[in-house]
């Protein structure tokens, strides 16, 4: 690809810059007219950042027909991450994901899919009308890793009807999947490959992090920007590889899924983003990554497998911390309310560990008061257990065919689930975050399963399609 413009450009934000120094009365849409509409309080936050909340107004470009602004930053948006051609996301990874399985799977056709796949891969395969092989993946240590390789090239031999692989990489946990062997083996045999890389959009601006889906030449790659960049909220980027993706479908899609209003303010946040890494993200990264590993590696030596333990051979993403606090003897949600109690909120907390999302943007000093209430939790303690119950994803199942989509719209009930044990669901459960169903309609629900789902309820964790009326 031909060299384009410094990446230190950021053209929606000038283009936006530019609009404003001259216009002097606003009589389209938004209605809070560059802020000044907004309520006293909640101006006092957003008063200055609402200039960046136009429409498409002449010169700002259409996200839907990026002719300008918007094309220019998603042509260097791609050159940054080394993809063949972006597209600028506002609906968030959801919307990839969901354009991108609707792009390559026809009603009928065959997808092999990770078991670990969010929930918005299964709507895009309910929404397909599509058969699906799901693929749980390996162990890795007390945790589900990644899907292998060579279980993977086992399931497409077996299922040579399949037109795409759908994989998550990096996992929610930051555990990476052997891409370039696995891309590798799918085009030799005449499969697409999608990659929920949601967790891994700075993977490629530092070259001691885990090989990027982008650079294994995937043919759909889908980042959130938000959630390990600094972009905002709801952000996102598709990237397409080679030619067999055809990119005018992943543009009616997307058109389709997305507001046909997007916030000028997310795009300018992505494009922002995406200058900061291509010019500083080795800087930014190295930093906080040594920062990390130091401090990971003062904790091993009294606390060996605290942190980041077995992983089983798999590549892992370091900005991921998995504290096991189980193995320990201390609940996920006991030690999540410890960090809490001093200002640190976690990513995630189940019964068995708590996970914690790390970025560029974390200093020193945040990484300093997150170990000092570890050591204190864990002062004196020893392994109690070689390895946690695990949550979840201990009880999925082993190479299935499952529906993904749901036969009912109620919600479990806790007042029916002790009798429901070797039943298929109707509806799936979902317990958010990490948005990773628990149960896909017709898997069958086993005791483990059954008290696991009452344990996440007992805790107060989000269950989507339970209802905990009669608890």
Same mark, same amino acid.
């Given at each position: ?138 162990? *890795?240590?007390?945790? @589900?890793? /990644?899907?292998?390789?060579?279980? $993977?090239? #086992? &399931? ?5 009807? !399949? ?109 922002? *983003?995406?200058?900061? @890494?291509? /010019?500083?993200?080795?800087?930014? $990264?190295? #930093? &906080? ?5 130091? !401090? ?176």
């Amino acid at each position: 690809m031909e060299k384009l413009l410094n990446q230190r450009m950021i053209p929606i934000l000038q283009a936006l810059e530019r609009h404003q120094s001259l216009e002097r009365t606003s009589v389209h849409v938004p209605g809070h007219k560059a802020g000044r509409g907004f309520d006293a309080e909640f101006a006092k936050y957003a008063g200055t950042i609402a200039r960046l909340d136009a429409t498409e107004l002449p010169g700002l470009d259409d996200l839907h027909q990026p002719h300008a602004a918007i094309a220019q930053a998603e042509a260097l948006a791609a050159e940054a991450w080394g993809s063949d051609h972006a597209f600028f996301l506002v609906n968030g990874s959801t919307v990839g994901n969901l354009a991108a399985v609707l792009s390559v799977v026809a009603e009928g056709e065959t997808a092999i899919v990770g078991r670990d796949a969010h929930q918005s891969v299964w709507h895009a395969l309910a929404l397909a009308r599509a058969r699906v092989i799901a693929v749980t993946p390996a162990r *890795a240590g007390s945790l @589900l890793g /990644a899907v292998r390789a060579a279980d $993977l090239e #086992a &399931t497409m031999d077996a299922h040579p009807e !399949a037109v795409a692989v759908v994989l998550t990489s990096p996992t929610y946990y930051g555990v990476v999947a052997d891409l370039p062997r696995i891309v590798e083996a799918a085009h030799a045999r005449g499969k697409l490959v999608i990659v929920d890389e949601a967790h891994g959009a700075h993977l490629a601006f530092h070259p001691s992090l885990p090989v990027s889906a982008v650079h294994a030449k995937a043919d759909i790659v889908v980042h959130s920007a938000h959630k390990m960049t600094a972009a905002l909220t709801q952000t996102g980027i598709l990237h397409v590889n080679g030619q067999a993706v055809n990119r005018e479908a992943i543009r009616h899609y997307l058109r389709v899924l997305q507001t046909s209003s997007p916030s000028y303010l997310l795009l300018a946040s992505i494009d922002a *983003a995406r200058a900061q @890494l291509a /010019a500083y993200g080795q800087e930014l $990264l190295g #930093a &906080t990554l040594l920062e990390l590993e130091t !401090a990971r590696s003062e904790l091993a030596r009294t606390w060996h497998g605290l942190v980041n333990s077995d992983f089983g051979g798999f590549a892992t993403d370091p900005f991921k911390w998995t504290i096991e606090s189980e193995e320990w003897g201390i609940q996920g949600d006991q030690l999540a309310m410890r960090l809490s109690e001093q200002g640190a909120y976690v990513e995630l907390y189940d019964p068995a560990r708590v996970l914690l999302a790390w970025s560029y943007a974390n200093s020193g000093k945040d990484v300093a008061r997150v170990v000092a209430v570890i050591r204190r939790e864990f002062a004196g303690k020893t392994r109690v257990v070689a390895a946690s119950s695990g949550g979840w994803d201990a009880m999925l199942p082993r190479f299935a065919e499952v529906a993904p989509a749901s036969r009912g719209f109620g919600k479990t009930h806790w007042r029916d689930l002790d009798g429901l044990a070797g039943q298929r669901a109707v509806r799936g459960i979902t317990l958010y975050p990490p948005g990773i169903p628990l149960l896909l309609a017709d898997e069958v629900y086993t005791p483990n399963m059954i008290q696991y789902i009452k344990k996440c309820a007992e805790l107060g964790l989000r269950l989507d399609g339970f209802d905990v009326e009669g608890r």
